[in-house]
């Protein structure tokens, strides 16, 4: 089973892939989409649930996503034809890093998915690119709430307290018009539902291959969950805008 099929099992009950209930995913986007026929970005969408929501509550809204996930990215528009909203969505297959278009958007999002860039820093720079003047960027990234075990560290990356991340953020010339900080509640619900699902999968296809893989996937992940990064990590949402435009 590879790493493509162990997330798109995971996140069955949990199509957004980061630690924010449905009313804060709602806000976020409130805050950052402009005006109704905005054009919006996600670099590293994975199945487009943040655009296929936009789309949804902006009937007038263009959307594009990229993803280096084939599996993702059909899905996305499974997804989408589903909702009536395919034909103002765009998909493309390769590394968001490596993203050009011919034109600017209004609201630029990437959310969990820094490590495509090699970090939050990068991650705004490669948004940067592609900003509309007067336009936002929805970013989410972790940080550590406390001192880190060194293996939290190895398992999710160094990243800083969130007031350095902040910080980090305004001194490279982006000032933030809102931020979420994802409870301990949404925290939770999201390792509950990703975990859980990959074992509730498992356990209905005792039959399958993968089936003894995928358990004792959801069993080490919940396992590292709970013993080394409970306690010390968290997840900041912001949304940006440039300081000089």
């Known amino acids: ?9 995971a996140h069955t009950g949990h199509p957004i892939k980061a630690p924010l209930d449905d009313e804060s995913v709602r806000l976020l986007l409130e805050r950052g989409i402009p005006r109704d026929d905005a054009r919006v970005l996600d670099l590293g969408c994975g199945g487009g649930e ?10 007038r809204l263009r959307a594009e996503g990229v993803d280096v996930s084939e599996l993702a990215l059909e899905q996305a528009g499974e997804a989408a034809s589903g909702r ?5 969505l765009t998909l493309h297959h390769q590394e968001a890093a490596e993203f050009v278009s011919p034109h600017s958007f209004d609201l630029v999002l990437s959310v969990g998915a820094a490590h495509a860039f090699g970090g939050l820093l990068p991650t705004l720079a490669a948004a940067r690119e592609h900003l509309a003047p007067g336009g936002r960027v929805l970013i989410g990234d972790g940080f550590w709430e406390s001192e880190p075990t060194p293996e939290a560290v190895e398992m999710l990356g160094d990243f800083a307290d969130l007031a350095t991340t902040v910080d980090r953020v305004t001194a490279d010339g982006w000032t933030p018009v809102h931020g979420h900080v994802s409870t301990r509640r949404e925290l939770d619900d999201y390792e509950w539902a990703c975990w859980g699902s990959l074992a509730s999968w498992a356990l209905d296809h005792p039959t399958d291959p993968d089936s003894t893989e995928a358990l004792t996937t959801a069993a080490t992940r919940r396992a590292e969950w709970l013993h080394s990064y409970r306690s010390s990590w968290g997840f900041v949402s912001l949304v940006l805008r440039r300081t000089s435009d």
């Open 1 to 9: 089973m590879n790493r493509e099929q162990i997330s798109a099992i």
């Open 50 to 59: 943040w655009l296929l929501r936009a789309l949804t509550t902006y009937p």
């Open 84 to 88: 009536g909203v395919r034909e103002r």
